[in-house]
């Protein structure tokens, strides 16, 4: 079993220290989890008026030690943290999230499917499709947009992903339909810890919620609220494959078939 705190939240757009000490304050309340999860972009802010502002915030101090401080304070209290954060390598930006864990460790995803505005901002993520260790289970990372692509799910699904957490910023529908379909797809659970708020011209959906390996919606929360979701899933329960007696979700595959998928 593993304890899930989602932590849903409103960031300040650019005010990174503003951020910080807002997400200290829901980790320091979040200590009874095991996993705590936070949105995209959760130490900026969402709707930059153009890459210049993104990079202006993502070359502040408070931006540049967000990982360290995430990293620290999974090491101090004993935690896995998830978070979304606005990532400046050189004269690049990424919208990445980051894995810290108890003992030091970290991982990286950069976001592979930038939607709308993004483009102008980010370069599309560059390496790759990673699955990490968190105690006993698996587990991997992808952002927001990602939910639309099928095919970096399942290959997630291949790599012995146990479950994907999914930090995001949605501001449709679309992924409360979508990623419940990927759960059932690939067998797994999948952690969606969206932002509430609004920025600009742009309001989200908050709703944070998990599904489980069937595709079932087992904790959600509101739209409108700050809050922290905890729930307790059973990730090694995504290690049994079978969605019939006679009907494996990977083995069943038939790639031979598969020949006229475009590149």
């Given amino acids: 079993m593993l304890k899930v705190a989602q932590i849903q939240l409103e960031p300040l757009l650019g005010d990174c220290r ?85 003992g030091g460790d970290s991982g990286n995803y950069r976001k592979i499917h930038l939607f709308m505005d993004e483009k102008s901002i980010f370069e599309p993520g560059n390496i790759g499709l990673s699955v990490f260790d968190i105690k006993d289970y698996k587990m991997g990372m992808l952002i927001c947009f990602d939910y639309l692509f099928p095919e970096i799910w399942r290959i997630l699904a291949l790599k012995g992903a146990d479950m994907v957490v999914h930090p995001s910023n949605l501001i449709t529908d679309n992924a409360y339909k979508a990623v419940p379909a990927q759960s059932l797809i690939n067998g797994y659970y999948v952690i969606t810890t969206n ?64 020949s006229d998928l475009c590149d």
Avoid: W
Wanted: include cysteine.
């Fill in 18 to 102: 503003a951020n910080n000490s807002k997400i200290k304050s829901f980790l320091d309340q979040s200590l009874d989890a095991d996993l705590i999860v936070l949105p995209e972009l959760a130490n900026s802010g969402y709707n930059f008026t153009d890459r210049d502002h993104a990079f202006d915030v993502a070359s502040g101090s408070e931006c540049i030690n967000y990982v360290n401080f995430l990293t620290e304070y999974a090491q101090e209290n004993n935690v896995y943290i998830v978070s979304g954060y606005l990532e400046k390598v050189k004269d690049i930006l990424y919208n990445s999230s980051i894995f810290v864990t108890p």
């Fill in 195 to 258: 932002r509430t708020g609004t920025e600009g011209d742009i309001t989200f959906c908050g709703k944070s919620f998990i599904t489980d390996k069937r595709g079932n919606v087992i904790s959600s929360m509101n739209q409108f609220d700050e809050g922290i979701n905890f729930t307790e899933i059973y990730p090694l329960l995504s290690r049994n494959k079978m969605i019939t007696a006679g009907n494996h979700v990977l083995a069943d595959r038939r790639p031979e078939c598969y």
